[in-house]
């Protein structure tokens, strides 16, 4: 199981920036195996978004197509934190984010929040005109 804990969310104007940080600690089971850290987001009344994942051996990153080249996720190995850097942030970036890991997830499945085992308590995003 990992705990995960994440920060910085809040309220922006359209076209700012906001940095989300996840810290990332294990409190039970065995870290062997290829593990993933990824975002997702979930806005009132529609279902979760997987928006970008990583491998944390340095490995690829995944984005959904709706925040391709606004958004960059990141990762430090110490401690064992994910970043999402957030750009030209739009009205329909609006929703709760969420910081999720998982290990052994297929490539088809970077985005997917089946794949995912455990979650943080998410962060809110507000972007407004």
């Known amino acids: 199981q990992v705990n995960l804990v994440e920060t910085g969310g809040g309220s922006v104007k359209v076209g700012g920036s906001l940095r989300l940080s996840c810290t990332a600690t294990?409190?039970?089971?065995?870290?062997?195996?290829?593990?993933?850290l990824g975002w997702f987001r979930q806005a009132p009344g529609k279902e979760r978004e997987g928006i970008a994942s990583?491998?944390?051996?340095?490995?690829?990153?995944y984005y959904a197509d709706s925040v391709t080249g606004r958004f960059t996720i990141s990762h430090d190995d110490s401690p064992n934190m994910v970043f999402l850097q957030m750009n030209d942030l739009k009205p329909e970036d609006t929703a709760m984010y969420y910081c999720?890991?998982?290990?052994?997830?297929?490539?088809?499945?970077?985005?997917?929040?089946?794949?995912?085992?455990?979650w943080g308590q998410g962060t809110q995003v507000t972007v407004s005109s």
């Open positions: 999720a890991a998982g290990q052994h997830v297929p490539v088809r499945a970077m985005l997917a929040a089946w794949a995912f085992k455990d």
């Open positions: 294990r409190v039970s089971g065995s870290s062997f195996g290829r593990n993933v």
């Open positions: 990583i491998y944390t051996d340095g490995g690829s990153r």
